[in-house]
């Protein structure tokens, strides 16, 4: 904890003053974030590790809340004046003549776990260390196949340090690893041309890019490209899809997952409103977000309001159970925070957000699945999704997939967009698999102009009516 | 920091980092000063207010290049900063064709005002500020008892960048921006809900509409949506709303980038001369609009920018190639990005195309989706409504248009007389014959 407060200049005696500043107009709460974020990308194009990026990141973000409603400033320089500056303009959100009351910050009692153990931290490592990463996968991925005409690598890692403060005494600090790999591939066959990307990513050190990630995502970057030469726009309408396992995921993220985040439900704005309690799927269907899934790219030590995370049920047997929130909403609804509380930055105030979000394994087994399906779809591959909070109506875009003839998998498929609405989908899911796989790819979660990193994951799963794009 | 200090920082950077080793560098100082305030149940629910100031540093050193991004202005810092980005340069390979842009492609000078500062910036008030978001909430929540919702805004920004380049480029660029509009929710009898949204852009307050305008717009969007359903899946001609057709350009904008076509993921490699869209899409590239969202003299590279006819009837004649890909690919420079695009916009308004039309799918809304910038396959979710004999029969949804980029923009019979100006990509309402819809 010290450690924290050196680094970043400060000391009790001087954020004390900076929070009774805050709170000098009356507001009920506040709390300091500090960050440093130090982000290094190395870009493999042509062949040639020839460019870098390399960004540091260092400020303060003080938040007053007054009842429900939210001032917030930032300061990128954290002298006494700057930060007093920035307190005065969040306190503005106050007006009253409420006394300020005292506190002293108490350090947390209990250790805050671990979720991202990491062998090799990125700081420690040099760009001479890391170009051969990008090299073996651009030797790889023009090995496996002729017809491969151009590869690009994208390297990034970032390390995060945080120190929360607030007006309940509150102290902790975090320490984030984050990295994440993009192989984009682009292959030619007579006169047609396909690319396709495969990625990389979670809350690891260096140590994560054995011989085996990087021949993984080689083989994939060039098996999703080729595939595509085949592939064929399917019927387009509603119809059955199966989802393969992994990244099929990002269904719950948007049919479920924004629409039970409790900042829309507190405001009535979300189709979940007043909803909890009600059976909302088969017995069969558990959904959880996860905070706490060992390296994943979504987990959380600790949310950016300084709580812990946890496994939150969202569905429970088919039961919706949860929203997710952040403070200002479990105070609303009178429960525990489920940390969830996320920003991009110290320049952003936190609101309930997703971490790892997946559907839990079920009683079905993939193959009786795919079997069940007369004519549908498996999609396979996902590039982004979207979703509109009240209606529920939501999309994601499938990369690659496979036709589903007479319970057999045949032709690929390529770019095509579904669209469903969140509720009925969830009713519609009528088998799930014994096979869950959490996705490692980059999932970024954009909302209210603020991306997050997440992710997600899915059994196989059969929803019985779905709208495909198709032609 | 005042202009004084940061110009003279930026100065310093350059002149650090030449004498610490590097061959040429690249200097941008951003300074931002933001405000956000979002009202929603007759009370402000979120002020956020900041400044950013922020450096990007490239070098280039021995043919190799890097860039550096640092908000820690502190010459202590800077010193060490500078020292590091050079240090970890030299690890990485060599690229022949990473230099400076040639000096002679630098503007010459500013020669007019292009209407990008608003003088009243830093004379607003707090409380009008407060008022106008009040006043957006009260318009939406006053069309109708079925809105249950109305979050709604204002935000303002006022930016200011130094450019300087050490091979005899130097710039600023001072603008501001302001945006408000409404995001509202409605609920129908059976508690179905829908929402919509409208916002406004401008570089100056005074160009903003009025609060009631803007509120009553969002409202009636929502509104408009009760009782949307999919229907049948089919071809369907599509009038294409003004504000949304924008996304429907950003497939053939983006595949015209150096970047893409170099990657050989374009499909418009290969097209230009030739025909990639029907006689009625001509595309002005336009940097000196006046008040314009990407208004400049200048590039990213610090090139001076130009009016460049990017598509005249229907006939691909640019890309947006940069200096370094033009190099690598052996063709002319032009600039690297967009700025402003402007159509060549025709004589009817969007109801007149829809009464001309007679019958099928308003498009007022994307939903996800995505293409394929190397095939130009595409796939997007829609909303919208369904219309015959030229009238609005019934909203849609949860359905989506899928086809060809090529096709699409061949197909394109009708051009609009109503640019959207909140916008950079000014698109008017467009109609297309022959869409494939999947909805039932």
Known sequence: MKNYFD?????ESIAEKIIAEALSRGGDYCDLFFQYRSTKNLHLEDNSVNSSFHSTDFGVGIRVINKEQTGFSFTEEITFDSMRKAARTASAIAG????????????????????????????????????????????????LDPRIIQCNISFTDTESKILILNSEGKAVTDYRPLFSLKVKVTAEEKNSRESNVATRSGRYGFEFLNKNVIRDISQEAVRKTVDLFDAVKPDGGEMQIVLAPGS??????????????????????????????????????????????????????????????????????????????????????????????????????????????????????????????????????????????????????????????????????????????????LKDVVMVGDDLILDEGTWTCGKESQGVPVSHGLPTVKVSRITVGGI | MDFKHRYTLAEWI???????????????????????????????????????????????????????????????????????????????????????????????????????????FNNLKDTDKI???????????????????????????????????SNGFKGEKHSTSYTIGAEVTASDKSNNLCEDSYYAHTRFFNDLPASEKVGKEAADRCLRKIGQDKIRSGIYTTVVENSEASNLLGMILSAMKGSSL?????????????????????????????????????DSEGCATQK????????????????????????????????????????????????????????????????????????????????????????????????NALTLWNNLIEVGNDPFSYSSVQTPTLVFKDVFFSGD
């Open chain 1, 248 to 425: 099929s995921g990002i269904l719950l993220h948007e049919a479920i997952g924004h629409g039970l985040e409790a900042d829309f439900n507190r405001k009535k704005t979300s189709l979940f409103y007043n909803k909890l309690g009600e059976k909302v799927a088969e017995p069969f269907v558990s959904i959880v977000d996860d905070g706490t899934w060992k390296n994943a790219r979504g987990s959380l030590n600790i949310d950016d309001e300084g709580n812990k995370t946890e496994k939150t049920f969202l569905v429970k047997d088919g039961i919706l159970v949860n929203y997710l929130h952040d403070r200002i909403s479990s105070q609303h609804y009178g429960v525990l925070p489920t940390g969830n509380g996320r920003r991009q930055s110290f320049r952003y105030t936190p609101t309930p957000r997703m971490r790892n979000t997946y559907m839990l394994s079920g009683p079905h087994t993939p193959k009786e699945i795919i079997k069940s399906v007369k004519k549908g779809i498996y999609t396979e591959t996902f590039s982004n999704g979207q979703v509109l909070i009240g209606a529920g109506d939501f999309t994601f875009y499938v990369k690659t997939g496979y036709l589903i003839e007479d319970g057999e998998l045949t032709k690929p498929v390529k770019d095509i967009n579904i669209i469903g609405n969140g509720p009925e989908v």
């Open chain 2, 131 to 165: 008022m106008l978001a009040s006043d957006i909430e009260k318009a939406s929540l006053s069309l109708s008892d079925k809105i249950i919702s109305s979050t709604s805004s204002y935000s303002e920004g006022c930016f200011h960048l130094i450019k300087m380049q």
């Open chain 1, 96 to 143: 009253s003549a409420k006394k300020y009351k005292k506190f002293r910050f108490v350090p947390e009692t209990e250790t805050v776990p671990n979720y991202y153990p990491i062998l090799k931290t990125w700081d420690s490592v040099n760009i001479k260390e890391k170009m051969p990463v990008l090299n073996n996968i651009n030797n790889a991925v023009f090995s």
């Open chain 1, 7 to 11: 680094f970043f200049g400060i000391t």
């Open chain 2, 262 to 298: 170099f990657l050989r993921s374009s499909f418009l490699e290969g097209k230009k001369g030739k025909r990639i869209a029907s006689e009625k899409l001509t595309i002005l590239d336009d940097p000196y609009l006046s008040k314009g969202l990407r208004t400049n003299y200048f």
């Open chain 2, 14 to 120: 350059m002149d650090y980092a030449i004498s610490s080793g590097a061959d040429e560098v690249a200097v941008d100082l951003v300074r931002a000063e933001e405000l956000d305030i979002e009202f929603c149940d007759n009370k402000i629910d979120k002020l956020e207010q900041g400044i950013q100031n922020l450096l990007y540093l490239e070098i280039y050193q021995n043919n190799r290049y890097s860039v550096h991004k640092s908000n820690l202005l502190d010459k202590h810092h800077l010193r060490n900063f500078i020292h590091g980005a050079l240090n970890s340069t030299r690890y990485l390979e060599k690229d022949l064709f990473r230099t400076l842009p040639d000096n002679k492609l630098y503007p010459k000078q500013d020669t007019y005002d292009l209407q990008l500062y608003d003088d009243s």
């Open chain 2, 308 to 403: 460049r006819m990017m598509i005249d009837k229907g006939i691909l004649n640019e890309y947006y190639i940069d200096t370094y890909y033009a190099k690598k690919l052996k063709m002319k420079p032009t600039n690297g990005e967009r700025t402003n695009i402007l159509l060549n916009y025709g004589n009817s308004s969007c109801n007149e195309l829809l009464a001309k039309t007679k019958k099928g799918i308003f498009i007022t809304e994307f939903i996800g989706g995505n293409f394929n910038s190397t095939t130009g396959d595409f796939s997007f979710g829609i909303a919208g409504f369904l219309f015959e004999k030229g009238e609005i029969v019934k909203p849609v949804n949860e359905m989506n248009i899928t086809g």
